[in-house]
C-alpha cells in the first residue's frame, strides 16, 4: 500500500508516521513520497533521512484563489498517479486542494486537524488561529481530529480523536504543545486504520 505524505512545516506528525512505519505498526503500508507545498521546510529533510523520495510543488500565486488551489490539485494528481499511490495523508498540510483529486482519492485522503471537530474548523482555522479561538471561546477541552477529506473544508467523515484539558492560563503556545503529542499518536492510530481497510477493500465506509 503506497502511501503520499503532504506536508508544509516542521513535520514531527511526518516524523511519527517514518517511525510508526519502520516499526511495522503500518502493515503492508509504506511511505513511498512526500510532498510540500513549500520549499525547504524541515519535513523535507526528514523524508529525506529516512530515504523517502520528496517532491515541491509551490502553489502558483500570480492565479486567483480558486484557480491556484485546481493547479496545484492537479499536479498533486499527477505525481499521485506516477508513483499509483492508494492513501494520501495530510500531515499538517496548509493548501486546500480541489477538483478531481478529491473525487479520485475519496475515502483514501485523510487530514490531520488540530481541534476538536465540527468546532473550530473550515477556512481560516489553522495552526495558532484555531487554539486562539479555542481559548478565547471558554472552551474546556480541546484536541484533535483525523477525518476523511471531501469537498468541503475539515468537512469530511471523522475517523477518530484525541482529546486534552485546556488549563488555566493556557497560551496557544502551551495548548498547542499538549495536543502535537497526542496528534503524534492520533495519525499513526488513523494511518493503520486505514490500511487495514485498504486490506479489507472497505474504502469510505465508516
Not at 512505519?21 to 513549500?38: E, N, Q, Y
Not at 497526542?182 to 472497505?202: G, P, Q, T
Request: with cysteine; glycine share 10%.
Amino acid at each position: 500500500m503506497n502511501i503520499l505524505v503532504l506536508v508544509s512545516g516542521n513535520g514531527s506528525n511526518l516524523q511519527a508516521l517514518i517511525d510508526a512505519a519502520k516499526a511495522g505498526k503500518l502493515g503492508p503500508g509504506s511511505i513511498v513520497a512526500v510532498l510540500s507545498d513549500r520549499a525547504g521546510v524541515y519535513a523535507l529533510e526528514r523524508a529525506k533521512l529516512a530515504g523517502i523520495p520528496v517532491f515541491t510543488e509551490v502553489p502558483n500565486h500570480n492565479l486567483a484563489k480558486d484557480e491556484r488551489r485546481l493547479e496545484l490539485s492537479n499536479r498533486i494528481l499527477k505525481i499521485c498517479k506516477a508513483c499509483a499511490i492508494d492513501l494520501v495523508i495530510y500531515a499538517g498540510f496548509l493548501s486546500i486542494l480541489k477538483g478531481d483529486i478529491i473525487e479520485a482519492y475519496a475515502g483514501r485522503m485523510i487530514n490531520l486537524h488540530p481541534a476538536l471537530l465540527p468546532k473550530f474548523g473550515g477556512l481560516g482555522m489553522y495552526g495558532e488561529r484555531v487554539h486562539q479561538a479555542v481559548i478565547a471561546a471558554g472552551e474546556k477541552e480541546s484536541g484533535c481530529t483525523v477525518h476523511l477529506v471531501d469537498a468541503g473544508t475539515d468537512t469530511g467523515p471523522i475517523l477518530l480523536q484525541r482529546k486534552v484539558p485546556v488549563l488555566p492560563g493556557d497560551t496557544a503556545d502551551s495548548l498547542a504543545e499538549r495536543i502535537h503529542h497526542e496528534e503524534h499518536i492520533a495519525i499513526v492510530e488513523a494511518a493503520a486504520l486505514m490500511v487495514k481497510r485498504f486490506e479489507n477493500k472497505s474504502w469510505g465506509i465508516i
